[in-house]
């Protein structure tokens, strides 16, 4: 059953379902307060160490899974089907980065596995290896960009009709040109 709490705007006593702070007719404020929420929470992250696991915990928990979708998502990640299946990505990969392998140069100790075509975009291949890469955190933060224009994925973001890439070379490619 949903619950619900009174809208945070000033003088409005509607109500508003968790995990919104605001009713319908005041939800444009919401992105407004949760980024002000953040920033407060940066600011004071020093002050109160022990927060930054509860926003983790809140974020991982309420604002992560705001969408069925992503709740799938973040339940398979916590799976024991995904912590066999990354092992044997790193084991098949040798801890080495394969995007940027791609162009000659070994990244070695890369503990990430990536879905080469993200789950947001294409959940059906979710647990296929062929799909999965090892990438470092430079390379992660590059294609995760990429992905976000290309496939339209990400936090409120719509997915684009767009063919599916799964080579790595040429998605190495494409996310320098952006960059």
């Not at 647990?127 to 224009?149: M, Y």
Request: aromatic content about 12%; hydrophobic content about 25%.
């Amino acid at each position: 059953m949903p619950r619900y709490r009174r809208c945070r705007y000033p003088g409005c006593h509607a109500m508003a379902q968790l995990p919104a702070h605001y009713c319908k007719q005041h939800y444009e404020h919401e992105a407004e307060y949760l980024a002000n929420r953040k920033r407060w929470a940066r600011k004071h992250a020093e002050q109160y160490q022990h927060h930054d696991r509860r926003y983790a915990k809140h974020y991982n928990s309420v604002t992560r899974n705001r969408n069925e979708e992503r709740s799938d998502q973040y339940k398979f990640y916590r799976s024991k089907q995904w912590v066999d299946l990354r092992q044997s990505g790193l084991d098949r990969d040798h801890y080495l980065c394969q995007y940027c392998q791609a162009f000659g140069k070994l990244t070695p100790n890369s503990k990430t596995v990536d879905h080469i075509v993200p789950i947001a975009y294409d959940s059906d291949i979710k647990a296929d290896s062929s799909n999965l890469a090892t990438i470092c955190r430079d390379c992660h933060r590059l294609k995760t960009q990429w992905e976000q224009s290309y496939y339209g994925t990400g936090q409120n973001m719509s997915k684009k009709d767009v063919p599916e890439i799964h080579d790595i070379h040429r998605i190495v490619i494409l996310m320098h040109q952006d960059h």
